[in-house]
């Protein structure tokens, strides 16, 4: 599975877009990038995820770069409730598409 | 509410004791999933269910012992645990039958070993 790189923490302002990057240089044609976000004490949840195209959902977008080295997931209006920690991984798809690889993933941290 | 229930949210246990935690979805899914998350530590993936068969132990230690009874249902058996395996521990849930699949959490079971 590919590894990817995300800063450990990040601050946003309440009501502004939340922009985190995730570097994943070594990712391969088959694995999907997927964002989940783990609020204090909870279980982790699903954002969004994609293969090549941008993504947007209710909750966030999705960018992924062209050479698929690098993604941005964007929260477009950052509320307090948004605080979490956000992972970024790289799922592969086929028979070993059920394994989840978290890191450390960024804590981000909303401030009013 | 994700559709993944864990009981019991809280377990505070001796290392002679013998406990069990349980998972119950309610999304139709077919494959299960416990996590370990220990403090200031990533995930870690302990045991994979796919249509009640374990595909996947991560090296885990003995003293957990899993049980898939039917697809809904999931059981992580504890005994002689350490304090070490003091940890927030997560089931999940996904369809099962495709490649890339997103994942449901339940809330956790935060253990204490004392």
């Known amino acids: 599975d590919a590894k990817t790189t995300q800063p450990p923490s990040m601050d946003c302002a309440e009501g502004r877009a939340a922009n985190l990057p995730c570097n994943h240089s070594?990712?391969?044609?088959?694995?999907?990038v997927y964002w989940y976000r783990q609020i204090h004490s909870q279980g982790p949840q699903y954002i969004i995820h994609?293969?090549?195209n941008n993504e947007t959902n209710e909750m966030a977008s999705l960018i992924i770069t062209e050479d698929r080295k690098s993604s941005t997931l964007i929260l477009p209006h950052a509320t307090l409730r948004d605080t979490a920690v956000y992972y970024c991984?790289?799922?592969?798809?086929?028979?070993?598409?059920?394994?989840?690889?978290f890191g450390g993933g960024t804590r981000l941290m909303v401030k009013p | 509410e994700t559709g993944v229930t864990q009981t019991p949210r809280h377990l505070v246990m001796g290392m002679t004791n013998k406990k069990s935690l349980k998972c119950e979805q309610h999304?139709?899914?077919?494959?299960m999933y416990w996590y370990k998350q220990s403090a200031k530590k990533p995930l870690e993936l302990m045991f994979v269910?796919?249509?009640?068969?374990?595909?996947e132990n991560n090296s885990v230690p003995s003293r957990f012992s899993p049980e898939c009874p039917n697809s809904s249902h999931l059981f992580l058996h504890l005994h002689t645990l350490q304090p070490e395996d003091s940890a927030l521990y997560l089931c999940?849930?996904?369809?099962?039958?495709?490649?890339?699949?997103?994942?449901?959490f339940g809330p956790g079971t935060r253990l204490l070993v004392l």
């Open positions: 070594t990712i391969s044609g088959n694995e999907y």
């Open positions: 999940a849930s996904s369809q099962g039958d495709r490649g890339h699949e997103t994942q449901y």
């Open positions: 999304l139709g899914h077919n494959a």
């Open positions: 269910y796919n249509f009640k068969e374990q595909t």
């Open positions: 994609g293969l090549k």
């Open positions: 991984i790289a799922q592969p798809g086929g028979n070993a598409g059920n394994m989840l690889t």
